[in-house]
């Protein structure tokens, strides 16, 4: 039947789409607006408004809202991204009306109070210092940070010590108010749901929800690029390069992610073989791109020892100069199958599959089908992998490395070797 798509009397987007052979139902509610969306002085709000929403309700305690959803062996959770904040839920098919007036109650009657806030203050600093000291955690908000300096898009989701521990119930609901409406949510299910149904529970419950939200559009992302290190006493350093990457909108988005599969994606990705089982310089390597509304990074993480990161690095940049250079078909036609059989897979679940509908519908306004998604795959080339390959891996990268770094090469070194056409490793003499 595919997904079906109705607007609410607020004009809020409700969407289904029926599996066949599944038992339970996969939820939520997903607003656009996440860190990315604050203020100077709202850093970490967006993350603090996802913990208090389960904190009680005029007419719901934090123990009711666990209890009657686990009462009926549901589950309930959220969470936080760069650009979007999502409630949801999982339970089977006769307790949707149950998730349904929960999900509702925690966003529209939420009390926001102050002894609860203060508990959980407390939790997310322990949260902060708990990233701080996981280095594979953390370089990857350095990495951002680095990429994307002074600008919300690049701050880390958990905010800081001090900013989380300045926030009053009422700028939450503050921030909530301005930034949650109609027009930036979607109410999606997948599961054993029949859709008329579901729209109007959802409307009893979210139709006089507000229909406007206040908030003033993000400013658009600047890539800046540059060095971040920190030394640090331990066994193995991580490390992330990176370069700027591409929208969810531009065409080359599904050419980046192919190409990060090629590099990085798998065991028999150029980077894994070339870096772990050829030369066993790393425990760890993978590729990955990341799409935002306005722009994207594309990068690669390795983590290794303090002994192998200074040929580490010129062996990673070689394969990226590489790429640009030449992609095999065999190559292409292996990621386009990992990525399609991705997209299957994922449809396979429940949960996976009401996320990716609501991803679609709120970055293209439609859930795209699965037959589309496939043909842009099919149409890619390895003539336009390496000219993107060639694009991408020209400009100013960005390099955080967290650990034994003493042995990493100079940053302005390691950029003089990358789309000159020169092979990276007599640039750096390693």
Partial sequence: MGVEVSRLSNGMTVATESLPHIETVALGIWVKSGARNEQDDEHGIAHLLEHMAFKGTSSRSAWDIASQIENVGGEINAATSVETTSFYARVLKDDVALAIDILADILTDSSFDADELEREQHVILQEIGAAHDTPDDIVFDRFTETAFRHQTIG??????????????????????????GADRMVVVAAGAVDHDTFVREVEKRLGSFRAKSEGVTPQLATYVGGDFREHRDLMDAQILLGFEGRAYHVRDFYAS???????????SSRLFQEVREKRGLCYSVYAFHWGFSDTGLFGVHAATGADDIEELVPVILSELEKASERISQQELDRARAQYRAGLIMSGESAASRASQVARQLLL????????????RLSKLTVERLTDLAGRLFSTKPTLTAIGP?????????LQSGLGRGVPVRQKLAV
């Fill in 364 to 375: 293209f306004g439609r859930p795209i089908p699965m037959e589309e998604l496939v043909d």
């Fill in 155 to 180: 701050r880390s989701i958990l905010g800081t010590p001090e900013t989380v521990k300045s926030f009053t119930s009422a700028n939450i609901r503050g921030f909530m108010d301005r930034q949650y």
């Fill in 257 to 267: 992610q192919v190409l990060s599969m090629i590099l990085g994606g798998g065991m």
């Fill in 405 to 413: 770094v003493g042995k990493l090469a100079q940053y302005e070194t």
